[in-house]
Structure formats: C-alpha cells, structure tokens
C-alpha cells in the first residue's frame, strides 16, 4: 500500500469505526547535523523520524496515536487504540469537542532551495566550522575564547494530511539551522556569553543571507570590548531603543502566546499556562496606535513557513494586535467552533508522534517610517538594547523580563560607550503603550518554539524592526 | 518483545562492522504509552504511542557518528549505515573519541509494576479520580495530566555488551484553580503505580489554590526564600545537568571552573545523582555505553564530588566513566536532595521575612558559566513574617546567581517528595529548602 493509500485508509477506518472526525498525518523529519567545538568535529549525526499520527473525535473525545510501523497492521491498530481510548473517556467529557467547518484544501507544495544541501560538499562543510573558529579565536585582541561550540543542521520535513473533511495536502520542506554558543573570557573581568540560533526555510543559500564569517568577527570583538568597557545602566528613568531582535522575542511572547486560542480557553493551563486575554476581549485596548503585530505563515524562505495546516486548512496573514487593539487569535478548527469563528490555520505537529495544536507561524511588529538615525536623535539620555541572552515571562504573558547583552548608552542622540546587562521588565501592557516610534527596518530571528504535552519544538520566525519606548526604569542583572 | 530487541540491536552492530566501522553501539527503545491530558476538569486529549527508536553510534578512524531513527523497516537502517561510511571517511577524528568501554556486570532491577502496565490500556479510573479528588476542595477546575509508560530497551556493543531492561513509569500533574487568582500545581513521578500518591498530589495542588486566593502585591527585595519540591526540582536539575563534563566543555556550566574537591555550596545540600533507586523513574541499571549504573552524590555537604562522565568526557579528563553515558552526553538519571530534620512548620519558623515559593517555570540564565539566572513564580506564593505564613502573594522573580543559591542554603525539610513533570525533566526526589537572603525582582512599569 502506498503512503497515500495508507492514510486514506486509516481515516476511512476510523469513520468505520464510529469516528465522527478523522484525521491522518503522514511525517517524516530527516536532518543531517555537523557539532563542532573550537574548529574541531566532535561528531555527525542523522536524525529520522518517520510515522503516521491518528486522530478521531469520538463521542466528544479526542483520541491520538501514533506508529512508525508503516504496515496495515500497524496502522490499524494505531486507528482502534485512539478509538478506543476516545471511546473510554467520552464518559468524562462534559462540554463534547467539536471542529468548525473551515475550508480545507486539496494541494500539493514544496520549497525549492535555490542552493541545495548538495551543492557543498561535506569537506567545506566541515571546513566551515574550522574557519569561523579561526574568525571567532582570533578576533579579541585580550580575552580568550574557552568555547566556540557550532551546530549546523540540514533537514527536510514532508507531511500527507489527510482528514475524513476532504482534506489532503502534501508538503516538502526544507530548513537549514545553525546554533553556535561563544564564551569570552577574561581572568579579571569574568565572561559573557552568547548563544544565538540562525534558521531558514530552503538551502545553503541561507548561509550568503547570514554572513557568519563577518558578523562573528565583529560580535566576538564587541563582546570583550563589553567585558572591558560596560558600565551600570542608569537608574532613573530613560528612553530605552529596542532593538529588532528584542523586538522579536517580545512580540512572540506577549503577542503571540497569549493570542493563542487554545490557551486562553485553558487546554495548555497547566504546562504553558493561560492568557490574560480572556474569551471575549477582541476589541479592547493593549497598546496605542503604533502597535500592529502580525503573525504570517507564508512569508517565503521564513523558519515558520507553510502554506497549509495540519487540519487541512490555507494559511494567511492573521493581525493578533491591530493599532493597539486585540485583533484576532490563533485558531484551529476547535478554537474556531468554540468562538464561532474560522480557525485561521493556527494548527502544527512537530512531528508523526505529536498532536497537531495551535502555534505560531512568523510573527513580527510591524514596522513604521523611521531609520535608527531618527530614532535616537531627540533622545538626551536613553539606552539602546541591541540582544538579549536571558528572558521569561509569566504564564499568563504579562509580566516580562529582558536582559540585554549588546547595549549603549545613549547620550544627546549619540551611542556612547556599552551598559552592562541592562534589564528591561514591564508589562505587556505597559510594553505597547509606550512605543513612541517604530523603525522602517524589519529583520527576523530564528526560534524554536516550545509548547504542548509532550513538549513540540516548531520552527519559528519572530522579528521587528527597532523601536523606541519612553520613560522606562531599567534594572540590574544580579552579578 | 525482548528477544526480537536484543536480536535485532546485535544484528545492527554486527551489520555495522561488516559495512567497515570500527566500533559500534545500538540502542533500541521501544514504548507502549498513554497520555491523559486534562484541561478544565475533562480530558482534552487522550494520546497513545506505540513506538521504536533505534539509536546508533558509530566509530570509523576514530570520528563518530551518532544516528536515532523511527525506522519503517530494517532495511532502511541497513542503507542509513552503508550511506553514512562515505560521511565518516570525510569526518575528522573526533577531539572526544575513546574506545567503547568493556561492558560491566549491571544489576538485575525490577523496574516493571504489572497494575501500571495493565491502566496503560484504560487509565479512564485514575483520570476520574484525579479530578474527582482535587474537587474536593473548593477549586474551580483543574488542568494536567496523566501518562502511563511500559518501555524496553536493548543495548548492543562491539564490545559484547548485550543488555535489556524493561520498566514503567507514571508521570502525573495537576494545576487547580480557585476563584479570581487562586492557583496551586503539584506533580507526582514513579516507576510504580502508587494510588495513595496521586492522590496526595491532587490534594497539595487543590490545597494551594484555595490558599493563594485574594493575593496581595508585594515590593521585590531580598528575601529569604523557601523553595517547594517543585522549584526544587526545577532550580537543581539545572545544576545536575551543569554537573555533565560535556557541559562544562561546551562553555554551558558553573563547573567550568571547579573540580572535585572544591566547595559549590552550603554544607547542608547534598546532591545525588541516584541511578538504581528502584521507585525513581530515571532508574536504570546500565548506561548507553553498556557501564553499570550507581548512585554518587555530585555534591556532598557542599562540596563538588562528581562530574558525570560518559567513558569519552573521563578519557578526556584522565577519569573514570560514571555511568552517566549518553554516547556525547554524559547526565543524571535521577536526582535527590538529602533530606534535613526540619518539618515544614519548622522551616517556616526560622523565616522572619521571606517567601514560600511553591511552583516557577521559565528559568533562563544570561551566563551558564557565572549562573546568572532568572525564573517566575507561578501559583501559590506566599508572604512569611515572624516565623508565620502571613498572606498570599503576586508573582515575582527570583533573579540571582546559581552559586549564591546553592551557598546559601540554610535548611531542609525532613519529608521528600517524588516530582516530575514539564518543567522538571529529571526525575527528582527532595524536600522543601530554606534558602536564605535571595534578590527578587518584578516589573517597573
């Protein structure tokens, strides 16, 4: 039986059976990495996992099993068991879950890399990690570098949904990931750390985008110049410059999370918490005008990219916050029933063995008009947090912590001198209220979001352009 | 299924020495598990897997490559490995590479409780009773979940290592909640099936919510602290996979700069990385390199004992394996705080200011080698004053240093708890903990 035969069959099973939804999902995550450390490979490795994940609705339960056995047998007995196990706990059930009846497609996609893993050979792919090491080693003209530790992983996930709506969507996509953590260190000033994660949907043409051979030079040489130079950040009040990659990350954890409708109805209460959106809060205010954030699964060559969920539905832009208003949520086709709504193809699984639940996509502020020039021209005293190494929020998303890494004081509109782990904590309230004007660049920065039980990692994009709040008191990271 | 694991892993090193590489370990993981998960009082989702991974290390001219596939069939792997020997001819020698060690003698451990393997084909009674109990305090609802495990694994060397072992395991947690902001999580986590247990569990958590309701806002500072089980849990394993020679070698550690022998904290915190006891989920009697598993402190009285070696990170550091392999990375299996002879009244009687800080989640570090942390409270946080649990509080940061932490522990509790759950991957077995004299932190605006 061939693949799509497979799947089709465990969904007419499963509507044999008395499923009055079923759902088959056909995955395959293949990733190739190469783990350095200071040049030297510490190892390959070859990472499969291939599977066909089931689920039913039965009686208002919601059953799911996953095999990796891809024999008829298996996947009938992957079939009776989310039956059965449905079927056992309905009883408990007291509101039965139900799907809207959003659209769902008929389509076949896939990313193209413009340069294929293949078009390097595995001897200039280790010669890479070699060549940073030499970069980032020899770039401080004082500290050492006890650590340069580099991941660089080429995968491909390819997916057949199928569902017992009509549904059936074939996917290929490819990703290239790299992590890298550097300590620099000196005997008397102690040492700064930075680990950072670059990740693209396509091939090795993300390695041009990144330019790692440049970027690492030039960051290594700033972090000790921060060991050296970095004084307190100032205590009174200031005008603090965001930078994008901050901007990010804060937009992804308090716009994206807690606009994630499953979430706020509670289904992720005990591991990643609630929301403080609360179910009928569309409409009300959390930030002023400046504050439009989007979350969009098809921006091409993103992490988070895909063009079809995994129940089936078409991916679009989804405006979370719009001009400081809480615009629309993350749904799937539960949510969707719950709020009468269409879910918006808010719907992943990280792979065959996972449930597919509501994540974010690409999610980024959207930017405005001025250049960084303008953005700190009319500021006397401020600063400027360009990354961040420690963060957290709270598991409602509104109390959030940043502490910055690469940061400036800024002195009558002119970056002067490094601050030392500057601490931006506010809320999220507090956060979009106080944007006073919005950069015109917008960069992205890869992630891999963690949510569910058991814990899915996805790929993700979160970005910003930079962005300037007034009147906020920094904290001091403990030392 | 343990003559088909143990035939097939042999075979697979067998094949993989024939395809031309030099050493060759197999490692086969088999599940049967079932996933309740609860959210406002109902199951949200029942989950089910029936799985096989096959984990593969392989050695050629000294370079390493590890595998870990879902195969679909063998013959896949069999191409997956003659594929990969054109890879491992281009690879360099591997700065950690040393010899697969000579098997050991591990202990025979049941590890296997038949009433937990029979719910994992219908918890349905446990999941009712769970809700049922924590609703018999005055709560709201609560969310959580449930997973019942039974897995075997079979390791297979080139070093004749031919070992299986199968267990269970149950995992459970509960968040309840109760009225406007009352909230309390708990988490329970054994190789048996201990109904008693769960229940207890459901009790604490349902407890917690009705006391933390009507919280009051309180100014950050430093405080004395006394942390649950929960954060307990959370705060150590950070230390415990801190405690890994890879990690201190990858730049991701505060023992960077330590060796055994030297002090890392209050001489009240012993902490052990206990491999064979039976109850604890992470037990194990063998290692990924086929090593006897044992049970060690990593810290003793305060001082840095044991660094967790694979036999590569103890060849590279001139020592012995720990029997702490994973192939690249040595860690816990399980871990446990020694208990003090304070009762929990107690405890709170030696705080004049402070915190009782029941449950985290989100804990970041800005510098692993410096341990330069913070993490936010979640649940039922309560304000400490003359030795008396005074009010319930708002949520705050706790934002210091892991050194600082773990020196200034003052006190610990004579009870234990058995935690395990999302923000607490190493099973740990430990009592609450007075920390004195801890900064806090919270939003300014």
């Given at each position: 039986m061939s693949l799509e035969d497979l799947i089709l069959y465990a969904v007419d099973y499963a509507r044999e059976l008395g499923a009055s939804y079923a759902e088959a999902r056909y995955h395959k995550n293949n990733s190739f990495s190469i783990v350095s450390r200071n040049g030297t490979i510490i190892g390959a490795g070859r990472e499969i996992k291939e599977g066909i994940g089931v689920r039913v609705l039965v009686d208002g339960a919601l059953g799911f099993s996953a095999t990796n056995r891809l024999d008829n047998e298996s996947v009938k007995e992957a079939v009776?068991?989310?039956?059965?196990?449905?079927?056992?706990?309905?009883?408990?059930?007291?509101?039965?879950?139900?799907?809207?009846?959003?659209?769902?497609?008929?389509?076949?996609?896939?990313?193209?890399?413009?340069?294929?893993?293949?078009?390097?050979?595995?001897?200039?792919?280790?010669?890479?990690?070699?060549?940073?090491?030499?970069?980032?080693?020899?770039?401080?003209?004082?500290?050492?570098?006890?650590?340069?530790?580099?991941?660089?992983?080429?995968?491909?996930?390819?997916?057949?949904?199928?569902?017992?709506?009509?549904?059936?969507i074939t996917s290929r996509i490819p990703r290239l990931t790299i992590f890298y953590n550097v300590v620099v260190t000196t005997p008397q000033k102690g040492s700064i750390q930075r680990f950072e994660q670059l990740g693209a949907s396509g091939g090795l043409e993300n390695l041009e985008e990144w330019s790692l051979y440049n970027t690492l030079d030039n960051d290594v040489k700033i972090y000790e110049k921060i060991l050296y130079e970095a004084k307190e950040p100032p205590r009174q009040e200031v005008d603090v410059v965001v930078g994008s990659e901050v901007v990010g990350l804060i937009v992804h954890e308090?716009?994206?999370?807690?606009?994630?409708?499953?979430?706020?109805?509670?289904?992720?209460?005990?591991?990643?918490?609630?929301?403080?959106?609360?179910?009928?809060?569309?409409?009300?205010?959390?930030?002023?005008?400046?504050?439009?954030?989007?979350?969009?699964?098809?921006?091409?060559?993103?992490?988070?990219?895909?063009?079809?969920?995994?129940?089936?539905?078409?991916?679009?832009?989804?405006?979370?916050?719009?001009?400081?208003?809480?615009?629309?949520?993350?749904?799937?086709?539960?949510?969707?029933?719950?709020?009468?709504?269409?879910?918006?193809?808010?719907?992943?699984?990280?792979?065959?063995?996972?449930?597919?639940?509501?994540?974010?996509?690409?999610?980024?502020?959207?930017?405005?008009?001025?250049?960084?020039?303008?953005?700190?021209?009319?500021?006397?005293?401020?600063?400027?947090?360009k990354s961040y190494m420690e963060w957290n929020i709270d598991d409602t998303r509104w109390s959030q912590r940043y502490v910055g890494l690469e940061a400036y004081l800024i002195e009558k509109g002119e970056l002067?001198?490094?601050?030392?782990?500057?601490?931006?904590?506010?809320?999220?309230?507090?956060?979009?209220?106080?944007?006073?004007?919005?950069?015109?660049?917008?960069?992205?920065?890869a992630g891999t979001c963690g949510k569910g039980e058991p814990a899915q990692g996805v790929p993700v994009w979160f970005g910003g352009p930079d962005l300037r709040l007034r009147n906020i008191r920094l904290g001091v990271a403990p030392k | 299924m343990k003559e088909e694991l143990l035939e097939t892993s042999k075979k697979l090193v067998d094949r993989a020495l024939s395809e031309g590489y030099d050493e060759a370990a197999v490692l086969l993981n088999h599940r049967k598990t079932v996933m309740v998960k609860l959210a406002n009082s109902e199951p949200s989702v029942i989950q089910r897997w029936r799985d096989l991974v096959l984990n593969l290390y392989l050695v050629k001219d000294k370079k390493i490559l590890v595998l870990a596939l879902s195969p679909t069939s063998l013959d896949e792997v069999n191409k997956t490995i003659r594929e990969l020997i054109g890879i491992a001819d281009k690879l360099y020698e591997s700065p950690f590479y040393a010899p697969l060690p000579e098997p050991g003698k591990p202990e025979k451990m049941e590890l296997v409780d038949k009433k937990l393997l029979e719910k994992i084909e219908d918890p349905s009674d446990i999941v009712e009773k769970l809700v049922e109990t924590a609703h018999r305090e005055k709560i709201d609802y609560v969310a959580g979940m449930i997973e019942l495990s039974y897995a075997e694994k079979a390791l297979a060397t080139s070093k004749d290592a031919l070992f299986y072992e199968d267990s269970t395991s149950i995992q459970t947690y509960l968040r309840a909640f109760a009225g406007e902001d009352g909230s309390g999580q708990w988490s329970y986590g054994s190789r048996r099936l201990n109904e008693k247990k769960i229940e207890e569990m459901a009790s604490i958590a349902a407890r917690y919510a009705v006391e933390s309701r009507n919280r009051v806002s309180i100014e950050p500072g430093i405080y004395d602290i006394i942390i649950s089980p929960m954060v307990a849990g959370n705060l150590l394993r950070l230390v415990g996979f801190m405690s890994s020679a890879f990690m201190v070698f990858m730049g991701m550690s505060m023992f960077m700069n330590k060796k055994p022998g030297d002090r890392v904290g209050s001489e009240k915190l012993t902490l052990i990385d206990d491999a064979l006891n039976p109850e604890l989920p992470g037990s194990t009697g063998f290692d990924d390199e086929g090593v006897s598993t044992y049970?060690?402190?990593?810290?003793?009285?305060?001082?840095?004992?044991?660094?967790?070696?694979?036999?590569k990170t103890a060849a590279k550091m001139g020592t012995k394996s720990t029997g702490n392999a994973g192939w690249i990375t040595p860690h816990p299996w399980n871990l446990?705080?020694?208990?003090?002879?304070?009762?929990?009244?107690?405890?709170?009687?030696?705080?004049?200011?402070?915190?009782?800080?029941?449950?985290?989640?989100?804990?970041?570090?800005?510098?692993?080698?410096?341990?330069?942390?913070?993490?936010?409270?979640?649940?039922?946080?309560?304000?400490?004053?003359?030795?008396?649990?005074?009010?319930?509080?708002?949520?705050?940061?706790?934002?210091?240093?892991?050194?600082?932490?773990?020196?200034?522990?003052?006190?610990?509790?004579?009870?234990?708890?058995?935690?395990?759950?999302?923000?607490?991957?190493?099973?740990?077995?430990?009592?609450?903990?007075?920390?004195?004299?801890?900064?806090?932190?919270?939003?300014?605006?």
């Open positions: 009776e068991k989310a039956y059965k196990l449905a079927k056992v706990h309905a009883g408990l059930m007291k509101k039965p879950i139900e799907f809207d009846d959003s659209r769902v497609g008929r389509a076949r996609y896939s990313v193209v890399e413009k340069k294929p893993f293949t078009s390097m050979s595995l001897d200039e792919k280790i010669g890479m990690h070699k060549e940073l090491w030499d970069i980032v080693a020899k770039a401080p003209s004082e500290a050492k570098i006890p650590v340069f530790f580099l991941n660089y992983i080429e995968s491909v996930e390819e997916k057949i949904v199928a569902n017992s709506d009509g549904a059936f308090s716009c994206g999370h807690p606009s994630e409708a499953d979430r706020i109805l509670g289904r992720e209460a005990a591991q990643a918490g609630m929301s403080f959106i609360k179910p009928g809060m569309i409409g009300e205010r959390i930030g002023n005008e400046n504050a439009t954030v989007i979350d969009d699964p098809t921006i091409p060559g993103s992490y988070g990219f895909y063009l079809y969920d995994d129940e089936g539905v078409p991916a679009r832009p989804r405006y979370l916050y719009r001009e400081g208003i809480i615009y629309e949520h993350l749904h799937n086709r539960w949510t969707a029933k719950i709020y009468g709504t269409q879910s918006n193809a808010a719907s992943r699984a990280m792979d065959y063995a996972s449930e597919p639940i509501i994540r974010m996509a690409n999610t980024y502020f959207k930017p405005g008009d001025h250049s960084f020039e303008e953005l700190v021209e009319d500021i006397k005293y401020g600063v400027y947090i002067k001198g490094f601050v030392r782990n500057p601490v931006l904590e506010v809320t999220t309230k507090a956060f979009y209220s106080k944007v006073d004007a919005v950069g015109k660049e917008l960069r992205f920065y | 049970s060690k402190p990593i810290i003793e009285n305060g001082i840095f004992k044991n660094m967790l070696h694979n036999s446990v705080v020694s208990r003090g002879d304070y009762s929990f009244d107690e405890l709170v009687g030696e705080v004049k200011k402070g915190i009782l800080v029941t449950n985290n989640w989100y804990t970041r570090l800005q510098n692993y080698v410096e341990g330069v942390f913070s993490t936010i409270t979640r649940d039922a946080l309560f304000l400490i004053e003359n030795g008396k649990i005074t009010k319930p509080i708002e949520k705050i940061r706790i934002a210091d240093t892991l050194p600082r932490l773990l020196n200034n522990i003052d006190a610990l509790g004579r009870e234990q708890y058995d935690i395990w759950w999302w923000e607490v991957e190493i099973p740990t077995r430990t009592p609450y903990i007075l920390i004195r004299q801890i900064r806090t932190s919270k939003h300014t605006v």
